[in-house]
């Protein structure tokens, strides 16, 4: 193992489940030494969300392809004054085609048609910087569709316990 190593979780142990990391997460290793590893590891499920963390050598596997030579260039051109704080993902606390309710009232929300009080469906199974794709739209009285799918934060969203059943 050596620095920037592109690599995956292998082996899923309890620390890691309490980082929110889960397996065959992806990362670049920053520091490495014989037995342990600090990785830069990047959440799949909320895009711009990241762990550092200390992971063994042996939990982790080194990948080798297209992808991961691109992402390991461009993350030495890019990183070089990169100090990010030891951290795990954040806990992902969605699931794509849940119905949700919108919390606040925002002009960045109201402009689109979508006040306090509507609800909609999550449409992705992933995030973007803490938004989610949600989709408002609805039948009017002639059963005509109307409203669109927009980004909504997620702290402005409530997860309606229909979902839970």
Known sequence: MKKYDIVKLSNLIEEYKQ???YLN?????????????KVLFLNEYNQGDYAYLEVRNNDVEIISNDTALSFMNYIKD???DFNPKEKGFKQKEFNAYEKV?????????SKLGVHKGDKGVIMEDYA????VLVDFGRLDEDNKYFGDCIS????????LEENRD
């Open 25 to 37: 997460a992806q990362g670049i290793v920053l520091e490495c030494n014989n037995e342990k590893s």
């Open 19 to 21: 980082n929110n990391l």
């Open 101 to 109: 309710e919108l919390l606040i009232e925002d002009d960045k929300y």
């Open 78 to 80: 890019n990183l070089k």
């Open 152 to 159: 909504v934060k997620l702290k402005d969203l409530k997860i």
């Open 128 to 131: 973007v910087k803490d938004y």
